[in-house]
């Protein structure tokens, strides 16, 4: 089993920056595990937000966040950041923690991720 903690969310203005952390425990080792962050808006299906191989790799992102949110890996720390700069009324969701031993960092469907965090939300104001 993993587990996944997530933290940071908050209310933010339109233009401002968060940083989600994600910290994650379980039998395995951390490097074990691919990970990645979903999100899900109100009245909307959840996400695909960012994602990484378990072997390292390129980091693979969502049209919608490319360019504005990056996503670090600290395999010392058992632990995935989220930074979200520029955040729009679009980016309102509560983002989710991801893992799973076989999810590439284009694996961009939701039941292909076995575990999931309780989430964080996170309320961009216009």
């Known amino acids: 089993q993993v587990q996944l903690v997530e933290s940071g969310g908050g209310l933010v203005q339109a233009g401002g920056s968060l940083r989600l952390s994600c910290a994650v425990s379980?039998?395995?080792?951390?490097?074990?595990?691919?990970v990645g962050w979903f999100r899900q808006a109100p009245g909307k299906e959840r996400e695909f937000v960012s994602g990484v191989h378990w072997s390292g790799g390129d980091t693979g992102y969502a049209d919608s966040v490319k360019d504005r949110f990056t996503m670090v890996r600290d395999n010392a720390k058992s632990a995935v950041y989220l930074e979200m700069n520029n955040l729009n009324f679009e980016d309102t969701a509560v983002y989710y923690c991801v893992a799973d031993r076989w999810a590439t960092s284009s694996t961009r469907g939701a039941p292909a991720w076995n575990y999931w965090g309780q989430g964080t939300r996170v309320t961009v104001s216009s």
């Open positions: 379980g039998r395995r080792t951390f490097s074990d595990y691919s």
